[in-house]
């Protein structure tokens, strides 16, 4: 459809197509905080570099003469099929971005069926944002609160607005050393635009003196900083999750064979290997380098027809990527910065043009590689680029 249009009518596409062009679009029209909050990684960014670049390292093997001419790149997870191997990934603040935020990204998720994650940091409510989702499908990311209270209302709270499932990010118990969002003040943003949620939340409110979270905002900030996250957690704190919810949970931030054992021993029902796109530990590992390792644990580490689902982010731009993300073991994968970009240039219609962009982009390299559905996409048909 894409090239059909583009035959029948002398046309330059609204937003760009490609990812780079997004990127100098988007600091092209950007405020440089909000530039700054969306590219930036942690220290040197050398994560956010090895990211992208850890996809040169595999290359697609197509096969031909396959009857590729219907393809089906459903995936089933939890009980419900989704069109495609893809979702949004939680992207706080999203207001710094773009006025509708998170309720312009619902609407254009929905046109397509792509499950949205929320992230607790939103720049509107769990049940706002639900509201605008309806029976398109959600899911919920926590940033687990040392206030057990709080963390155990957000459930709550997101069970009952039809959320389907609880993704905990594990490797934000603190906010990485962000030097770009450090330089440029992006933190005062937070307030208005990243703790409704917490504001508003009966839990939170507890805890301040002031009845009213807006009247005092420095009290209600510092309140919210001690008790954002929790580096305290250990393995033994996942059970205390599991009783508060019964939706599934999966783990956010995995990235070593070893935690990826341990947390489904302890019985998470699906996990994301992710470096938080590099924002959280500067020279981590790229988050593809990981995931075979972590395929292959989780594997070992489940009984027979048990599934825990292994989803992944970090660097996914076009097809190719989630091709060869699928291909090294991932049910699905998570887009981020591709849509937060899209959000901040254009709303609901950029984002609506990066998601028809990179599912037309999955399809055809699906296809062209050789297969008809999703299963078929398997480590025989990736390789490591011998150089
Ligand atoms: C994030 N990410 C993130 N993760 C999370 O669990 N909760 C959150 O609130 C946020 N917020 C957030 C803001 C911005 C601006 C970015 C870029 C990322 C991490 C996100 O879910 C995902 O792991 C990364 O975006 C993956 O990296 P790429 O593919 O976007 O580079």
């Not at 934000?172 to 005062?188: A, N, Q, V």
């Not at 500067?282 to 580490?301: M, Q, S």
Request: glycine share 8%; aromatic share 8%; charged share 30%.
């Amino acid at each position: 459809d894409v090239y059909r249009k583009g035959m029948l009518e002398a046309r330059t596409p609204e937003f760009p197509v490609a990812y780079e062009d997004l990127v100098e679009r988007a600091r092209e029209e950007l405020s440089d905080e909000a530039f700054a909050y969306v590219a930036g990684g942690a220290g040197s960014e050398s994560t956010v570099r090895a990211n992208d670049r850890a996809f040169d390292e595999w290359q697609i093997v197509p096969r031909m003469m396959r009857d590729v001419s219907s393809r089906d790149l459903s995936v089933e997870l939890f009980g419900r099929e989704y069109p495609a191997p893809v979702m949004l990934a939680p992207i706080g603040v999203q207001g710094i971005l773009h006025d509708e935020a998170e309720l312009a990204v619902a609407r254009a998720a929905s046109e397509f069926e792509i499950p949205m994650i929320l992230s607790s940091v939103s720049s509107f409510t769990f049940e706002e944002v639900a509201d605008e989702l309806g029976d398109s499908p959600g899911w919920f990311q926590l940033y687990w609160s040392s206030d057990r209270s709080v963390a155990a209302s957000f459930l709550e709270r997101a069970e009952a607005a039809g959320y389907e499932a609880v993704v905990a990010t594990l490797d934000t118990p603190k906010m990485g050393w962000r030097e770009r969002d450090i330089e440029l003040g992006y933190l005062p943003f937070l307030q208005g635009l990243g703790l409704k949620n917490y504001f508003e939340d009966p839990a939170f409110r507890d805890r301040l003196e002031a009845d009213d979270p807006w009247a005092d905002p420095e009290a209600s900030i510092e309140s919210w900083s001690e008790c954002f996250g929790d580096a305290s957690l250990t393995w033994d704190d996942l059970e205390w999750l599991d009783e508060q919810t019964d939706l599934p949970v999966l783990v956010k931030g995995l990235l070593h064979p070893e935690d990826a054992r341990e947390a489904v021993e302890r019985g998470v029902d699906g996990l994301i290997v992710s470096n938080h796109g590099g924002r959280q530990v500067d020279g981590a590992i790229p988050a593809l380098d990981a995931l075979p390792d972590v395929v292959d644990a989780v594997e070992d580490a489940t009984d027979d027809g048990e599934d825990v689902p292994v989803l992944f982010d970090s660097g996914i731009r076009r097809g190719s990527d989630v091709f060869q993300a699928v291909a090294l073991g991932a049910d699905a994968v998570l887009l981020g910065r591709p849509y937060a970009l899209g959000l901040g240039i254009g709303g609901e219609d950029g984002v609506r043009a990066v998601l028809e962009n990179l599912l037309a982009d999955v399809d055809l390299t699906v296809g062209l590689s050789g297969c008809a559905s999703v299963d078929e996409v398997d480590r025989s048909k990736v390789r490591r680029a011998e150089r």
